[in-house]
């Protein structure tokens, strides 16, 4: 038997004192980590669950931040969605005389038809990734939208009927939309809608607008006195009695401007208005648009009298062309106009009328006829027509749980920042647009084509009419 090497270390424990087989003395060997098995201790409980906190915070500290970047990434696409219908507004009104699209249902149709052609992605950039699916499947209620559902599928039978069929996660905003600086009917003095017409735009007046009749006006009712609304009278927009700085265009000055400028022909008379050689007809004295009278071409008739219509007018079809008169116009039979009136008298409707263009009265306005009068672009001799006031920097479209808003400085917050106003409360409009959409903010483009994220507070400070007062605001 070999003796062991004494420069070996024992891993042998035996106690102080007593001696080895080779005569050396036993010594006490230092403990290990290995218990007495040879197995590595374990950890302790505190050990344990001070790992776990720290896991689980991490992993809630990667799951916020992951949640947080897929967040930012829904806003990204959310801005450029809206910078896509910017686009196509501008796009819309460069071909239309410089008037955004409209925010209400008219014989051309809504913001949203009115600009689909001039983009080719319409239905994915109306929709918000988070507000992506309507608010009721079953198309039983308005289809009001929230903070995180489209509104849209409405009731086809319904008040909105119109809007059927369409999803989407955007409003326009009123004031900037259509030709909302252009109402349909302007007039210096009262403006009184005591017949059965429907009025697709807004209608102002100087003084005052009084109304008994069964008339439907789908914009917003501005008057620089007070406004009287009596009978069944249907107002798609806001009230707003006396507003200061009313004031129509001057239709004298615009008849004198066509005159020395424009060069127009005489009207040889007769039974035909041909505006083959020249877009500028004069009329001196009176006009009767009486008997079987049809129209060549289009353009302006400019009379230094009063203009009548007693019969159908024209005999076929619809008359493609503006009136511009010094005296007054007075429809006893039945208009059909493709064009804008300007008279710098009185306009008085007992009959009936299909006009498409605006109306601009230097006198009073006085309608207890029936029809229907649309809003379209001002011919170029309207000094609105350039569309110089549509306002810098002025909000177009933006998340919102309606089709359509007209924020006015006065309205409240939202008590439910998740539903916004699903009252659709017509005189309180900033709450279709105030909802918690984006991380406590909106997304809002805007009439030069940008579009930014608004925190909810910000949006009293942004320039969204030409009466708005930016103010603060407390969010609850």
């Not at 109306?126 to 507000?131: N, Q, R, S, V």
Request: aromatic content about 8%; overall charge negative.
């Amino acid at each position: 038997m070999f003796a062991r090497p004494s420069s070996i270390r024992t891993f042998w424990h035996l106690p102080a004192g007593e001696l080895l087989d080779n005569g050396q003395p036993g010594v006490e060997h230092p403990r290990n980590t290995f218990g007495s098995h040879g197995k590595r201790r374990g950890f302790t409980m505190t050990e344990l669950l001070v790992v776990i906190s720290a896991i689980v915070l991490l992993i809630a500290i990667l799951v916020a931040g992951l949640s947080r970047a897929r967040e930012y990434a829904r806003i990204a696409s959310c801005l450029s969605n809206l910078h896509q219908l910017s686009l196509a507004a501008l796009n819309f009104r460069q071909a239309n005389q410089g008037g955004f699209p409209n925010d209400y249902q008219s014989p051309t149709g809504y913001w949203y038809q009115e600009i689909k052609p001039y983009d080719t992605n319409m239905a994915g950039n109306a929709i918000c990734p988070d507000a992506s699916l309507p608010a009721d499947p079953s198309a039983t209620t308005l289809g009001v939208g929230s903070a995180d559902t489209a509104w849209g599928l409405v009731n086809p039978s319904g008040a909105y009927g119109w809007l059927h069929g369409t999803v989407c996660s955007y409003g326009l905003n009123v004031h900037a939309g259509g030709y909302s600086a252009v109402p349909v009917v302007a007039s210096y003095g009262q403006a009184t809608f005591g017949g059965n017409t429907t009025y697709y735009g807004s209608v102002a007046s100087a003084t005052s607008i009084g109304a008994n009749g069964h008339a439907r006006i789908t914009g917003s009712v501005q008057s620089g006195g007070s406004i009287t609304l009596n009978g069944n009278i249907s107002v798609g927009g806001s009230d707003n009695p006396n507003m200061p700085g009313m004031q129509p265009p001057n239709v004298t000055d615009i008849y004198n401007q066509i005159i020395q400028n424009d060069n127009p022909a005489p009207f040889a008379g007769g039974n035909t208005i041909d505006f083959t050689n020249s877009p500028y007809l004069l009329v001196n004295g009176n006009f009767n648009g009486s008997g079987q009278m049809q129209i060549i071409g289009s353009g302006t008739l400019v009379v230094s009298g009063s203009v009548t219509f007693n019969g159908q007018f024209p005999s076929q079809g619809t008359a493609n062309m503006n009136i511009v008169t010094l005296g007054s116009v007075t429809i006893h039979g039945q208009l059909s106009l493709d064009g804008s009136i300007y008279a710098a008298g009185n306009f008085i409707s007992g009959g009936g009328h299909s006009i498409r263009g605006d109306i601009v009265v230097g006198g009073y306005y006085d309608d207890h006829g029936k029809g229907f009068i649309a809003e379209a672009p001002p011919p170029p001799f309207d000094p609105r027509a350039n569309g110089t006031q549509i306002l810098q920097d002025q909000p177009l479209f933006g998340d919102c749980i309606w089709v359509d808003a007209s924020p006015e400085d006065t309205d409240a917050v939202p008590a439910n920042l998740q539903l916004g106003d699903q009252d659709l409360n017509a005189n309180d409009q900033m709450g279709r647009f105030c909802i918690d959409r984006h991380l406590g903010a909106v997304n809002i483009s805007f009439t030069d084509g940008s579009a930014r994220t608004v925190p909810l507070q910000n949006l009293w400070q942004l320039n969204w009419s030409g009466v708005f007062s930016p103010r603060n605001v407390t969010l609850p």
